[in-house]
């Protein structure tokens, strides 16, 4: 396995396995992995000849008060972890590399990055879409894979892909989860022990709802109800959202009637802010 930071670097090794007719699977991350990322991985080395991770934590992906300097990085603990499971290249740039001092394209999208995330998070989104079509252009993958933990990143960057004609196919991957039902989540590291088991409310909000969902409720406004009273028992967690959204739009919706995602965030101890969500479809039942 390779580790390489610079943008003709990926080039050139991409270049000589397409020349041997090799297909290549992409995996964006931010690094400090854990198992929620090497189940993409594992997915990637299963649907491709050859596997790119990158890990960049993108600047222009966090608001000004955001957790871009605290946030965690271990890239020998990363290597390792991405080496075990067969990824062939990583790509680790510096922001200069990704960024020239003259940089002012972006890519920018509406509708679906209005609520959730998007509302308290104004520019992530942006630099989410600029960054990974930057790592489309350079890595020119024939699939991405991401995370349904992020469920409205993917189905933003499914939606980039399809309006701007890009030459890839995205992958979603299930949320991986603790034994205790915690998303795995990077900024989980953020808390101690005490606001370790505080956050647990999040995925008992979330399997709440799910299974108020499962059992035949359609109005969106009681499992909100539901879910929000769960995750006010709990003192340590303040609310950002907790939002019943159509699953291709990410508007909120009243009734259930169609695919949809149940989405929250919610600061921990205002330590972290954590999010988690469940996919729910009539159509399943
Ligand atoms: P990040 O490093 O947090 O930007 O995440 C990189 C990718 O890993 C994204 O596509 C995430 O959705 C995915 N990911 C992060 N945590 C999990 C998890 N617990 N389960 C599945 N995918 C995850």
Redesign the pocket.
């Known amino acids: 396995m390779k580790i390489v930071s610079t943008v003709n670097e990926v080039r050139e090794q991409v270049k000589a396995w397409k020349k041997e007719g090799l297909s290549v699977g992409l995996?964006?991350?931010?690094?400090?992995?854990?198992?929620?990322?090497a189940?993409?991985m594992k997915k990637a080395t299963e649907q491709c000849d050859k596997v790119v991770v990158s890990?960049f934590v993108n600047p222009m992906q966090f608001g000004p008060n955001e957790d871009l300097d605290s946030y965690p990085r271990d890239l020998d603990k990363d290597a390792a972890l991405c080496e075990s499971i067969g990824v062939n290249l990583i790509f680790h740039p510096e922001a200069e590399e990704m960024y020239s001092p003259q940089f002012c394209s972006y890519v920018d999208m509406n509708v679906l990055t209005e609520d959730l995330c998007g509302k308290s998070r104004p520019v992530h989104f942006r630099g989410v879409c600029t960054v990974c079509n930057k790592l489309f252009n350079i890595v020119q993958p024939n699939k991405a894979?991401?995370?349904?933990?992020?469920a409205q990143?993917?189905a933003i960057i499914k939606r980039m892909v399809e309006d701007l004609n890009m030459d890839l196919e995205i992958v979603g991957?299930?949320?991986?989860?603790e034994e205790d039902g915690l998303?795995?989540?990077?900024?989980n590291t953020y808390l101690n022990e005490e606001e370790r088991k505080a956050a647990l409310v999040l995925s008992q909000s979330i399997f709440l709802g799910q299974k108020m969902a499962e059992d035949g409720e359609t109005d969106a406004k009681k499992i909100i109800a539901a879910m929000t009273e769960k995750i006010e028992t709990e003192p340590m967690a303040r609310i950002d959202y907790v939002k019943v959204v159509d699953g291709l739009t990410m508007q909120p919706i009243d009734v259930i009637d169609r695919p949809i995602v149940t989405a929250i965030a919610v600061y921990i101890n205002e330590k972290a802010r954590l999010i988690d969500n469940f996919h729910y479809s009539p159509e399943m039942q």
């Open positions: 995996v964006p991350t931010m690094g400090y992995l854990h198992e929620g990322h189940s993409l890990i894979f991401f995370g349904q933990k992020d990143q993917l991957c299930p949320i991986i989860r998303a795995k989540s990077s900024r």
